[in-house]
């Protein structure tokens, strides 16, 4: 029993380590990626913007988001690698479709609270 619970007590601080370690906060959708897709994205992935008339991805609510486009889903919960919407911020793919659109690209910190909060699971907190 002392010995379980030594193991425990390790493996508690070691996680508290590397939770800091990483500065691992859980990012939250409204407080922290909603500002950033509203002052980035909105133009243009709501309803009547090029982006949306284009691609339909409409951003405006957490569910449209997570629609995605005509094609289907741009962002998988816990996998900021493979999303698109990720690859695009991060311009991962065809350059000549970096977003935001024709511009430069954002700040690493938000396109980091972005891919956070993908890996995170994408959820609506
Ligand atoms: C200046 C307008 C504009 C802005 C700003 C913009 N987009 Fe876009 N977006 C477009 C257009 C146009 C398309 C369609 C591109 C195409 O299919 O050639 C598109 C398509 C997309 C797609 C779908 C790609 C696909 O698979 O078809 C994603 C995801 C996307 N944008 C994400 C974003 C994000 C995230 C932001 C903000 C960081 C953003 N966009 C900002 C215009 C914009």
């Given amino acids: 029993m002392k010995k379980v619970c030594m193991m425990s007590a390790v493996a508690t601080s070691l996680a508290a380590v590397l939770l800091s370690a990483c500065g691992q906060h859980e990012v939250s959708y409204q407080k922290e990626v909603l500002p950033i897709l509203k002052g980035n994205c909105f133009e243009c992935h709501t309803p009547g913007g ?12 957490y569910d449209t988001l997570m629609k995605g486009t005509q094609f289907g889903p ?10 698109v919407l990720v690859m695009l911020i991060e311009n991962r793919a065809d350059s000549s479709i970096h977003m935001p659109y024709q511009r430069n690209l ?13 890996n995170q699971g994408a959820k609506n907190n």
């Fill in 50 to 61: 090029i982006g949306y008339e284009k691609s339909k991805l409409d951003m405006s609510t």
């Fill in 106 to 118: 954002m700040s690493q910190q938000n396109i980091d609270t972005i891919k956070t909060w993908v």
């Fill in 74 to 83: 741009v962002v998988k919960p816990g996998d900021g690698l493979t999303s």
